[in-house]
């Protein structure tokens, strides 16, 4: 987190293999990190505009979708990377990114977790139950309801992160994985609610609500240490900081492909 240093559920909220930093070198790098990568996803020329249409039922290859306004995933949303080990999904959304409760992303044919990006205009909201792959940027909030799972970061540039009994997971860029593997898991209750610019977290006592009112700021990177994240409304982009540079290389590196 960064310019702010609450961080609202840890404890109750465990962390895995992942050190938390607030308002020091590492999350004001990581916050810029975050910024240029938002910045890099926003801007990559569309391969396809998918506007209007429910991302339930598709089944996407290596490639960039501009949606003009919202995107929603209601099913199952299947990213093919057709054998190629460097395929990268890249998803630009002008507006909100909602799934629906029990909604899934899954990967087929060696897609893997850490190159599939989500750069959402304002927020992103995660049904309750449902099972997320990928890397969110969102410029304002991100909030993960009930049992919503995620391989994968959330970080939120200007807003708040909030997550409600979940379980957040990712690692080294290996073999793909069909659906999330949490590393962490934990059951109490917490919320935060941060404002400036660059990624999230927080912290609190169980069963509370704390609204958090800095910067918070979350690095991502694909070849990540293990770093999972799970309590009751809590803020918690920021367990990955640092690790950003890797996530640019790999933008850079679908881009050349």
């Known amino acids: ?55 339930g039922g598709m089944t996407l290859t290596s490639g960039v979708y501009t949606f003009t306004s919202s995107a929603q995933l209601t099913g199952t949303l299947t990213l093919d990377a057709e054998g190629d080990p460097d395929a990268a999904f890249i998803f630009q959304i002008s507006s909100t990114l909602i799934t629906a409760p029990n909604s899934t992303v899954e990967l087929i044919n060696g897609a893997v977790y850490c190159r599939v990006f989500w750069q959402v205009g304002s927020s992103a909201t995660l049904g309750t139950g449902s099972d997320f792959i990928g890397h969110i940027f969102a410029l304002t909030t991100i909030t993960a309801n009930t049992g919503a799972s995620v391989m994968g970061q959330l970080l939120a540039r200007n807003g708040a992160v909030t997550l409600d009994t979940n379980e957040i997971s990712n690692g080294p860029c290996a073999a793909p994985t069909l659906s999330p593997t949490p590393s962490v898991t934990t059951t109490s209750a917490t919320t935060a609610t941060p404002t400036s610019t660059t990624a999230a977290p927080t912290t609190a006592g169980p069963d509370s609500t704390t609204a958090l009112t800095t910067t918070t700021t979350t690095a991502t990177g694909d070849e990540l240490p293990d770093t999972g994240e799970t309590n009751y409304f809590v803020i918690a982009g920021m367990l990955i900081i640092g690790l950003a540079s890797g996530l640019i290389f790999y933008l850079r590196r679908s881009r050349a492909r």
């Not at 895995?16 to 607030?22: C, L, P, Q, R, S």
């Not at 020329?45 to 506007?51: C, I, V």
């Open 1 to 55: 987190m960064s310019p702010g240093s609450a961080i609202v559920g840890f404890p109750p909220g465990v962390i895995n293999d992942g050190v938390i930093h607030a308002a020091d070198a590492v999350a004001l790098q990581a916050q810029a990190d975050l910024t240029i990568a938002y910045l890099d996803a926003a801007n990559r020329p569309s391969d396809a505009n998918l506007s209007g249409q429910d991302l």
